[in-house]
């Protein structure tokens, strides 16, 4: 579909918000929401096909009511534009009403209130100024409207002005300068939440908008990208939005539309077989009197193309014939000059080259008559500075009418400061009094402080001892550690190493190695993000192999450890600490859980959240441990079911490392009956 028809159809979408707030009258005593509410609601019910009902159904119920309120009108009015604009394209009667509208609007304080409707009816305005050529005049109402929407701050709306951005850019052949436009309105839209059917329609156009900005910029790759981009989003979309046959048939509508621009690329790039295809599907939707049939009409001209460089001339002439028939119906300027343009090539390709010349004449004709509708290629950007800048000076010639009130005011003003001095001597007295009293309170106030940050000190010393104390301990520790993992990576060397053994090997080798990695975190007891070696982990595989690891600790208390995967997850994690996590949970469950039981791993995904639980049937946590469970060298460690000894650091390590992922650890237990751990890290679906 050609840009200027979707402009035409972004009227539609500009008035759907007015149908809601209209609802809401200024002056109960004058408009009448709930009835005209009846009266449109009714009206979309028996005439959504029929336009030309719409307007005389509208017609005869205002010609009864005799008491119409302004806004009550505004809403006439709004219907009157949208007929005008997008089914007669009478421009000039399209203009009355929208004055009318903007009449209603006048006054300031309703324009405040309804400040979201003010500012599209400047944008239409300016539309049916632009498409009749007015371009200074439209460029005056498009800056009106934004200054309106800039005061609305409301960033849904401004889609709609960065969507005529795109659009006049496009018509002046600036591909490239319209696509930011089409793109940065796109993600406006999305921030419509109160209108799930207008972000529907209004993105999946502009996807296709962007795929035809490509497609004239000759980066057919790109277009095609955006092609099937808007044909997926309509395809996960339209489930929730198709609830009656109107919206089903304008979904159709788009996709044919798409389909027919995607043809045209592909036969571009010489797969004309799969453009055949798609340009077929697009006229048969669109061929239909209930869709787009002037867009039907361009993918008909395509189709044609295609015959003639294939010299199927018979199939050529009878789509040609199909779209001067519909030609003669729909009025498409557009599409006849591409008509005549086709149809010359089929002529000469024939030996009929009068009429090839016929032909040529005719398109020539067309294209210069619309080439002088889109010769404004003034720089909109520019012009805005020079509307900015006059705005700007009228507002200065005001400020100038106000400086004779502003100077009355200044001497006033210095009457009030002689006054305000007077007073303010006779407060300074006053202060200087209490000042004396307060600089009393002061030096007992320093002496205070001075004793409180003697004893701070003494604390921090304290503290300070401990670390050092703690650090000596812990580097006298490292030095066997690294015995252990030399050894233990000497045996696993060892090819006659027993199987049976290797895993113990293994397990001795990869604990002695988080033991040193331990003391590392006790040195510096804190855990950040910005610390963490991120990768991509295969949750399921990391949950096994710490399973298997620890299944011989297990078998020792005859335990049996299950894993349970909903899906296959990759994660972005430190796998070495999330490791640890899970080991730490996996050895409390085994530690506080009797001979003979059964602890279970789960992994699911709950909405943007991945979740391990290891649920145990140990002893469970008594109420008066549970709010010391994650402190640092708790209170609440015990001995396991084995006499077991516990340090009271795995738990409080591991939620410094879930928070450290931006993740949640928690715990559900009961006394007697077992213990479930959460750990919930953050995931996004590709």
């Not at 015959?307 to 779209?323: F, G, H, P, T």
């Not at 007073?423 to 209490?434: D, E, G, Y």
């Amino acid at each position: 579909m050609r840009l200027n028809n979707w402009l035409i159809s972004l009227v539609c979408f500009i008035y759907i918000p007015v149908l809601c707030w209209s609802c809401r009258s200024v002056n109960n005593n004058t408009d009448h929401p709930k009835y005209f509410d009846s009266v449109f609601h009714r009206m979309d019910s028996l005439y959504a096909d029929n336009q030309v009902l719409r307007m005389r159904f509208l017609d005869s119920v205002y010609a009864q009511f005799p008491t119409p309120g302004p806004l009550d009108l505004f809403r006439k009015y709004e219907q009157k534009a949208r007929y005008s604009f997008t089914q007669t394209r009478d421009y000039n009667k399209a203009v009355l009403y929208v004055d009318s509208e903007l009449y209603v609007l006048q006054n300031e304080h309703i324009q405040k209130l309804h400040s979201k409707e003010y500012a599209d009816c400047l944008l239409v305005k300016g539309d049916l100024l632009r498409v009749q050529g007015k371009y200074t005049d439209a460029w005056l109402y498009y800056y009106k409207a934004k200054e309106a929407i800039l005061k609305t701050r409301d960033s849904c709306q401004f889609s709609e002005f960065d969507m005529r951005f795109g659009a006049v850019y496009y018509k002046q052949e600036k591909y490239r300068e319209a696509i930011p436009y089409f793109e940065k309105a796109f993600f406006e839209v999305g921030l419509c939440a109160d209108d799930p059917i207008y972000i529907f329609y209004t993105q999946q156009r502009i996807l296709d908008n962007i795929g035809l900005c490509y497609e004239h910029a000759s980066v057919q790759d790109s277009a095609i990208y955006y092609y099937d981009s808007a044909l997926h989003y309509i395809a996960i979309k339209k489930g929730k939005i198709i609830q009656n046959p109107h919206r089903l048939a304008a979904i159709q509508t788009a996709i044919g539309i798409i389909k027919g621009n995607k043809g045209g690329v592909l036969a571009l790039q010489g797969k004309t077989k799969e453009a055949e295809s798609l340009l077929n599907e697009s006229i048969h939707i669109n061929e239909d009197e209930k869709h787009e049939r002037s867009d039907a009409e361009y993918s008909m001209v395509k189709l044609a193309k295609i015959y003639i460089a294939e010299n199927r001339l018979k199939d050529a002439l009878s789509v040609l014939e199909r779209v001067r028939l519909s030609l003669s119906e729909v009025v498409n300027k557009d599409a006849e000059m591409q008509y005549w343009q086709v149809l010359s090539k089929y002529y000469y390709q024939t030996s009929q080259l009068p009429a090839a010349y016929t032909a040529i004449q005719r398109y020539q004709s067309l294209k210069d008559s619309l080439n002088i509708l889109n010769t404004q290629t003034v720089d909109i950007n520019r012009e805005f500075e020079h509307i900015s800048r006059e705005y700007e000076l009228s507002k200065l010639k005001k400020r100038d009418e106000l400086k004779t009130l502003y100077l009355t005011v200044a001497l006033i003003l210095i009457v009030l400061i002689g006054l305000i001095v007077y007073l303010v001597s006779r407060a300074w007295i006053q202060s200087h009094k209490n000042i004396k009293r307060l600089t009393t309170l002061n030096q007992r106030i320093k002496s205070q402080n001075e004793e409180m940050r003697m004893v701070v000190n003494s604390l921090e010393e304290s503290q300070n001892d401990q670390g050092r104390i703690m650090k000596t301990i812990a580097h006298d520790l490292k030095s066997p550690l690294h015995g252990v993992m030399g050894i233990s990576s000497l045996l696993l060397d060892e090819q006659a190493i027993p199987e049976e053994y290797r895993n113990m090997v293994e397990l001795m080798k990869v604990t002695a190695s988080n033991s040193l990695e331990m003391i590392s975190d006790l040195l510096h007891m804190s855990i950040s993000s910005d610390k963490l070696r991120m990768e991509l982990v295969d949750m399921g595989g990391l949950l096994q192999h710490s399973i298997n690891l620890l299944q011989f600790k297990a078998k020792e208390k005859g335990q049996t450890l299950t894993l349970l995967i909903a899906e296959n997850i990759l994660l972005t994690v430190d796998t070495d600490k999330i490791w640890r996590v899970i080991n730490n949970l996996l050895m409390n469950a085994i530690k506080f859980s009797a001979e003979g039981s059964v602890t279970q791993v789960e992994l699911k995904v709950q909405d943007e959240t991945v979740v391990v639980s290891v649920k145990d049937n140990g002893i469970g946590i008594p109420d008066k441990l549970k709010a010391h469970i994650f402190e640092v060298f708790s209170n609440a460690r015990r001995q396991g079911t084995a006499n077991e000894p516990s340090f009271g650091l795995g738990l409080s390590i591991s939620k410094q490392i879930v928070e450290a992922h931006n993740g949640h650890i928690w715990f559900e237990s009961e006394t007697g009956k077992g213990t479930t751990f959460y750990v919930a890290l953050p995931f996004k679906k590709e």
